[in-house]
């Protein structure tokens, strides 16, 4: 059964630094990937998305990720936090386990980030 | 452009009594789903509609009813509110299904059950 992993629950960045949050998934195809973030108190946004091509993918608010198939990995990376980037940050495969030809989301169990002044 | 809006934001229900939360997107989407998000635990599908006429179940729907009332609006019954249902819920709408276009999500209603 597909899965998504996301080894860090929760991780403290100071802002101008680097962001890395890492995903694995388990897949046994070519893996529809994706970033959501949840601000406080509101749904999820997608960040990015990856369906074929270019392994490294950018997204909005400054984020990129890079698809890794030897390493069934889809890490998020943003080269400078903001203090506005502290949410969580949800990691998603694409399957078709429900919704028929349309497809659902798994999630990871997401990682929070805090951004320290 | 209101996007995916749910009522209520908030909810305390006592074991054993029903309640329904409402979902409408204004986006002429065709899919709709609701999900629970539990701490630890992501989110999870409870069921969904790929389009308007059609429900079908997802990942944990026991302990749930929906109804695609019509194009704009999915709702989701809880018929007998148990502890264990006890989550923040999201409705979220997509055009052609989450694999193919962007899923939009609304702001959650956050059930407690005592």
């Known amino acids: 059964a597909q899965s998504v992993t996301q080894p860090d629950i929760h991780i403290t960045v100071s802002e101008g630094a680097s962001l890395e949050l890492r995903c694995n998934y388990s897949?046994?195809?070519?893996?529809?990937l994706f970033w959501y973030v949840q601000s406080p108190g509101q749904g999820l946004q997608l960040l990015l998305k990856?369906?074929?091509?270019?392994?490294l993918v950018q997204g909005i608010k400054g984020f990129e990720a890079e698809f890794k198939r030897s390493q069934s990995s889809f890490n998020l990376r943003k080269p400078s936090v903001h203090w506005s980037d502290a949410a969580e940050y949800f990691c998603?495969?694409?399957?078709?386990?429900?919704?028929?030809?349309?497809?659902?989301?798994?999630f990871g169990k997401g990682t929070k980030l805090s951004v320290k002044p | 452009n209101a996007g995916v809006t749910q009522t209520p934001k908030f909810q305390v229900l006592k074991t054993g009594q029903s309640m329904t939360l409402q979902c409408a997107q204004d986006?002429?989407?065709?899919?709709m789903y609701w999900y629970r998000q539990d701490p630890g635990m992501g989110l999870r599908l409870i069921y969904y509609?790929?389009?308007?006429?059609?429900?079908d179940k997802g990942e944990v729907p026991n302990g749930y009813n929906v109804s695609r009332l019509n194009k704009r609006e999915f709702s989701l019954r809880l018929e007998s509110a148990a502890p264990s249902q006890t989550s923040v819920y999201f409705c979220?709408?997509?055009?052609?299904?989450?694999?193919?276009?962007?899923?939009?999500f609304g702001q959650g209603t956050r059930l407690t059950v005592v």
């Open positions: 509609s790929a389009s308007e006429g059609t429900t």
């Open positions: 998603a495969v694409g399957a078709r386990d429900y919704g028929g030809s349309q497809g659902n989301l798994i």
């Open positions: 979220a709408s997509s055009d052609l299904g989450v694999l193919s276009t962007e899923a939009f």
């Open positions: 986006m002429n989407h065709n899919s």
């Open positions: 990856y369906f074929s091509g270019d392994t």
């Open positions: 897949y046994g195809a070519t893996p529809y």
